[in-house]
């Protein structure tokens, strides 16, 4: 997804449909870039594998650089220097003379206390990928880095080339797989959720501890996956994430519970979903069933590509 707005003041719009965890770049192709862009952000001779801090150009390239304040405007102003300057004044001589005199002369102004924030120093780094030459960002993770440093760092990419596109972490393309609801009623009765993040998190928050971590790794390698559609389930399906992987006409249903398994549908998956959980494995209506030991992701992975 390439975005192209001044500037992004939350991310649900972008990111949202993103699976937790998942590892992400921003990355701007710089020959889609204007000469003068490149030059005002010090990338005109940059060449791969360089890192740079970016020029400033703008307000938020220079909090990235030198940092910003805190104004406490509910406390009482305080005397502060704000700068030196040089004072010309004229100097009695005496006799009817004067002498022109220039000296520096500190500054100070009541002003609201205020606190230091340093900078971020987001540094950018030249990779050529398929041919072309990008600037691209650190790697945040999606749910585990705070949200203002990955709104600081798209923000910075906005403000010096116009445009940053989303990314996995290899550089790979890939949009926020569209989210879309359905009822199912195939599994264990749960919480209907209003998406992604909310629908994992209620079902994984009623798991053990212990069991979180594989749930989540599970749900990582899904995501870096690409599939072209993820469905929440709903209702009674509410444990269940579904990946669409149309290359392989298959579609992965992942459970999020514990002490369960993974099932692989063909074709249409939304017609058998609406059977019991003992109608599908009577019937033999999935194409496999992969529980989740330790050769789950080896044997998934012919299925989800």
């Given at each position: 997804?390439?975005?192209?707005r001044k500037y992004v003041?939350?991310?649900?719009?972008?990111?949202?449909?993103?699976?937790?965890?998942?590892?992400?770049?921003?990355?701007?192709?710089?020959?889609?870039?204007?000469?003068?862009?490149?030059?005002?952000?010090?990338?005109?001779?940059?060449?791969?594998?360089?890192?740079?801090?970016?020029?400033?150009?703008?307000?938020?390239?220079?909090?990235?650089?030198?940092?910003?304040?805190?104004?406490?405007?509910?406390?009482?102003?305080?005397?502060?220097?704000?700068?030196?300057?040089?004072?010309?004044?004229?100097?009695?001589?005496?006799?009817?003379?004067?002498?022109?005199?220039?000296?520096?002369?500190?500054?100070?102004?009541?002003?609201?206390?205020?606190?230091?924030?340093?900078?971020?120093?987001?540094?950018?780094?030249?990779?050529?990928?398929?041919?072309?030459?990008?600037?691209?960002?650190?790697?945040?993770?999606?749910?585990?880095?705070?949200?203002?440093?990955?709104?600081?760092?798209?923000?910075?990419?906005?403000?010096?080339?116009?445009?940053?596109?989303?990314?996995?972490?290899?550089?790979?393309?890939?949009?926020?797989?569209?989210?879309?609801?359905?009822?199912?009623?195939?599994?264990?009765?749960?919480?209907?959720?209003?998406?992604?993040?909310?629908?994992?998190?209620?079902?994984?928050?009623?798991?053990?501890?212990?069991?979180?971590?594989?749930?989540?790794?599970?749900?990582?390698?899904?995501?870096?996956?690409?599939?072209?559609?993820?469905?929440?389930?709903?209702?009674?399906?509410?444990?269940?994430?579904?990946?669409?992987f149309p290359r392989t006409?298959?579609?992965?249903?992942?459970?999020?519970?514990?002490?369960?398994?993974?099932?692989?549908?063909?074709?249409?998956?939304?017609?058998?979903?609406?059977?019991?959980?003992?109608?599908?494995?009577?019937?033999?209506?999935?194409?496999?069933?992969?529980?989740?030991?330790?050769?789950?992701?080896?044997?998934?992975?012919?299925?989800?590509?």
């Amino acid at each position: 997804m390439i975005i192209t707005r001044k500037y992004v003041r939350q991310l649900t719009s972008y990111l949202g449909g993103l699976i937790p965890y998942t590892e992400i770049k921003f990355a701007t192709q710089l020959d889609r870039i204007g000469n003068a862009a490149l030059v005002r952000s010090g990338f005109h001779e940059l060449e791969t594998g360089e890192t740079i801090l970016p020029s400033i150009v703008g307000n938020t390239s220079r909090i990235n650089s030198e940092g910003s304040y805190e104004v406490h405007r509910d406390q009482p102003k305080e005397r502060r220097l704000v700068g030196r300057r040089e004072w010309t004044r004229e100097e009695w001589a005496g006799r009817g003379q004067t002498n022109t005199i220039t000296e520096e002369v500190d500054i100070y102004r009541d002003c609201y206390p205020r606190t230091f924030i340093p900078p971020p120093g987001i540094e950018l780094t030249a990779v050529e990928h398929d041919g072309h030459l990008f600037a691209v960002s650190p790697t945040f993770i999606w749910q585990q880095t705070p949200d203002i440093q990955i709104i600081h760092a798209l923000n910075l990419m906005l403000e010096l080339f116009g445009e940053a596109e989303i990314r996995h972490d290899n550089l790979a393309s890939f949009l926020p797989p569209q989210t879309r609801r359905v009822n199912w009623v195939l599994l264990p009765p749960g919480h209907g959720m209003a998406g992604v993040t909310a629908h994992v998190q209620g079902v994984i928050n009623r798991t053990p501890p212990s069991f979180r971590g594989p749930i989540m790794s599970r749900l990582t390698f899904l995501a870096s996956r690409n599939p072209v559609d993820v469905y929440l389930g709903q209702g009674g399906f509410n444990a269940y994430v579904a990946y669409v992987f149309p290359r392989t006409g298959m579609t992965v249903l992942e459970s999020v519970m514990p002490a369960n398994a993974t099932y692989i549908f063909r074709g249409n998956w939304q017609t058998v979903s609406h059977l019991t959980k003992t109608e599908i494995l009577a019937g033999h209506h999935h194409h496999d069933r992969i529980f989740h030991d330790a050769d789950w992701q080896n044997r998934l992975a012919r299925y989800a590509q």
